[in-house]
Every structure is written in C-alpha cells, then in structure tokens.
C-alpha cells in the first residue's frame, strides 16, 4: 500500500478530484494549507504600499491507494494538476505499512 500527499494550487482541486473519480478512487482527504517553496512567497501592492506574501494559500490533498495504483493516482494528480509555472506543487509517495477500517476492523488493502 501507498499513502499519496500532493500539495496543489487551490484552483486545480475539482479537476484532480475528478480525474480520481475517473481512475476509481473514491476517497481522499483535503486540507486547506499554506506554504512556499522556490517562489519563496511573492510580493503584491495594496493601496500604494508593496508588501510581500511568504505563505501562500495551497491544497494538501492526502490518499492511501494499493501499490499497484499508486503510479496511476500520481500521474493523474500530476496531469490535472500541472499549469506549468512555478508554484504548481509536489506530490510525494510512502510506503503504508497497515490501516484498519475502524466500523469493521478490516485491516490491509481491504481498509482501503
């Protein structure tokens, strides 16, 4: 098993969640975030004053998948997700050792 965490722009959220429901992924957790990474934040004028924003608003959105999906998920979060300029995210892939369904006590992939 996997456990998949992609941070992407808040824009691109309905068409990675649709790009899921397309691969057959039912479930997955989103969380409103913040954070930089090579843009270091950027710099905007409000009434005539610049000021610079360090953290900027993101989406966290977190699956666990069986291994074998595991390389369909991260492309397809990639390919809806991407805009091709700076800022776009990351998506980073672990190993999951175990779940359970807490209503069922299933554990392994059939928690999943």
Known sequence: MKYIVAIIQPGKLTAVHEAMLEIGINGM???EVQ?????KGK???????EYTVHFLPK??????VSAKMAGKVVEAIKDASTT???GD???FTFDLQDAVRIRTSE???GAL
């Open 59 to 64: 989406v966290k959105i977190e699956l666990a």
């Open 35 to 39: 954070g930089y990474g090579r843009q």
């Open 29 to 31: 957790t989103v969380t």
């Open 107 to 109: 554990t392994g992939e």
């Open 43 to 49: 710099s905007e004028i409000y009434r005539g004053a």
């Open 84 to 86: 091709g300029k700076i």
């Open 89 to 91: 995210g990351k998506i």
